[in-house]
């Protein structure tokens, strides 16, 4: 920073006195905007710019303006190439080894950036860019994301002015409970019934990048811009639902779209003429030719709603670039468009599910079940996703899916990189290796930016990313890369690239398997050995001929795992979200509320699931009668609410829309004060065993009893309670609903409650285990029958 030294002159009176400002903070004269883009979980033959079917011609402007780039990795999972992306560190080196709801005491797994880490947003805005971000924002530790904070890791807190956004993995595009302006958690959608987001942020960044333009023209901006898109829900509008169905791109189905995108890849020249194909995996997932009518039907569905939900977010993501173009700004723009996150999700399983928050706890739908959601698909009735088979084939030439760091099918992403006063070599392929950790030293070099060695007052470590900028130069288009090695490691899987050979770890987990169980022992799984000099598509696994250079990257994997913070490997998916960790009810077993306190994210919310429980709500009842929402957490797709419906009380738990389990009173509340009770007494051993790697203490039965001053109205037992989370996207609310109902048959939201409530005390009651249970648990996790 520049020197505040006062430079002029005081004397008594003003006449006599010079005055000075201190400068200000400017970035190098003519100093690029830069406006970095990244989609989700879209692998890379997802856009026609990589050999996709899919019309992305904002990616294919890029490419065809700058250059496309064929051999940039991720993480495999979102939230972790993201920490890399905007910081230019490893994922565990700033604590994202996870997403940030899984996060674990671990420094490479808790989420949190640490201070010697400053992300790009700070490095920019302290060196005079005008910083905003706009979309998905998964680097805020889950256990920080309430309305109190702390915002030290929220957008603004890493050094973005202006955030419009939504906090976590993902949300609803039709009803974002989780949206953001800064600090404020806001509801735009309340009264626009034909609000989607992906438009909406859209028109948000337009109007901000409009506003930097009149008032500071001469500043350079830098944009983050990260839409939902495509990451489940797959939300497009019916129009584009309609459009990208007509084009009947996918009638042929999944093998003979990936042999389809194999020639466009090969045409395109994104991979060499001589790359082989990966295997379809017959032991895993069904060919085409197996498939009866109804699963055609299905799946059909699932991949035009997916497919045009690629084709809106990349047309919204044209209306932003032609803004800047319209400004005349677009010459001296740096924009990064990078393709996906990690490879194509695979989380909808094998057969696609409508409801996402069903589909990652375990619960599959059958085809014939699904089939009611046909016409919906895509609807804010549905928060779908597609089935594996799609999934698969969106990551060809290459094998496995998101979440497997090992394979390039969960970590290839295609880029593209323009900047026209530079890059002259138009339409030009890199094939360097590199990873999503090079892309802010990037930044840096073309904004003739330093790292900083200091931030806020803290020394600063230096990146662990190398600048592409040297392939911005035609003379460099068949330079080696800058980067030399780089580990991968996501829920276990591990593999360690050096100088052209590959070691993976053979996949030991189907990436759409949750259960939780078996292999946990991820430093023993087998190695598998590529030659990617000779073998592009990790094809060929040449570990039995090449046993010294096998052992020389498996050292080498350990060697980096320790100095990055990957230490120690867990190969559990899900089930830690369970698990116990810092946030504002952390550590507590009473809650009390009175009034109206809406929008608590599920990350600091009381957890009630896997443990007993009681609800104790003291109201007042208004002489025309009670109507609306005593408490709730979740929404349409899961979750639960006590409130009072038509003058009686209600509680009802939504098994993510299967069942719709209530417990009710017969008689209307007369007016005046009345005590409700909510008590569940659940049969599990609770989260609890998970320590011991068994999730058996999940998902179990329980009995709930409604009571009324004292008097029991309804008693049942629910035979499985939902495992590991609730709807993610919504809140925890008290006198109200935000998002969306837990019943859409019972009322709409806000649902306010139209009574006094004096009082509200959640009391938690979790299970311990004895004795017995912990001598059985760890002759189940040493191998052993619990008989034994």
Known sequence: M???????????????????????????????????????DSGYAVPSTFGGVIPTPTLDRLAAEGLRFTNMHSTAVCSATRASLLTGFNHHQVGFGTVSETATGYPGYNSIIT??????????????????????????????????????QWPTGMGFEYFYGFMGGDTNQWQPANLARNTTYIYPFEDDPDFNLTTAMADEAIEHIRKIDALAPDKPFFIYYAPGGTHAPHHPTPEWIEKISKMRLFDDGWNKLRETIFENQKTLGVIPADAKMTPWPEDLLKTWEDLNEDDKKLYLRQVDVFAAYVAYTDHEIGRVIETIEDLGKIDNTLIIYIAGDNGTSAEGGLDGTPNEVMSVQGVSLPVEAQLKYYDAWGSDLTYPHMSVGWSWAFDTPFSWTKMVASHFGGTRQGMAISWPAVIKDKGGI??????????????????????????????????????????????NADADSTRKTQYFEMIGDHAIYHDGWIASSKVMRAPWDNSGKGNHDPASWPWELYDLSKDWTQYEDVAAQFPEKLKELEDLFWKEAERNQVLPLNATTFTRMVEPRPSLAAGRSVFTYSGELTGTPN????????????????????????EGMIVTQGG??????????????????????????????????????????????????????????????????????LKVDGKVVSTQKMEKTIPMTLQWDENFDVGADTGTPVDDQDYKVPFRFNGKLDKLTLTIDRPELSPEDIKKLEAMLHGNSASE
């Open 430 to 475: 890199r094939n360097q290796f590199h990873h999503v950790i090079d892309v802010v030293p990037t930044i840096l070099e073309a904004a003739r930016l330093q790292q900083p060695t200091e931030v806020e007052g803290i020394p600063q470590a230096p990146m662990e990313g190398v600048s592409m900028a040297y392939t911005f130069d035609a003379a």
């Open 115 to 152: 201070g010697d880490k400053a992300p790009v947003g700070k490095i920019m805005r302290d060196n005079g860019y005008a910083t905003s971000w706009f979309g998905k924002n998964h680097n805020t530790p889950a256990f920080q994301t309430s309305a109190l904070g702390p915002f030290d």
């Open 2 to 40: 520049p020197d505040t030294t006062f430079g002029g002159t005081i004397e008594r009176n003003a006449l006599q006195s010079k005055p000075y400002w201190p400068p200000r903070v400017v970035p190098p004269e003519g100093a690029p905007n830069v406006l970095l883009i990244m989609t989700d």
């Open 636 to 705: 349409r797709f899961a979750g639960y609410g006590f409130y009072v419906l038509k003058g009686k009380p209600v509680f009802t738990w939504n098994l993510v829309d299967l069942k719709r389990q209530k417990w009710a009173g017969e008689e209307v509340l007369s007016p005046g004060k009345h005590t409700l009770e909510f008590d569940f007494k659940y049969d599990g051993l609770g989260a609890a065993t998970l320590a011991y790697g068994s999730p058996s203490g999940l998902g179990q039965s329980g009995t709930g009893v």
């Open 603 to 626: 990350g600091d919310a009381p957890s009630v699931l896997a443990t007993s429980y009681n609800f104790k709500a003291e109201i007042d009842v208004p002489k025309e009668g009670a």
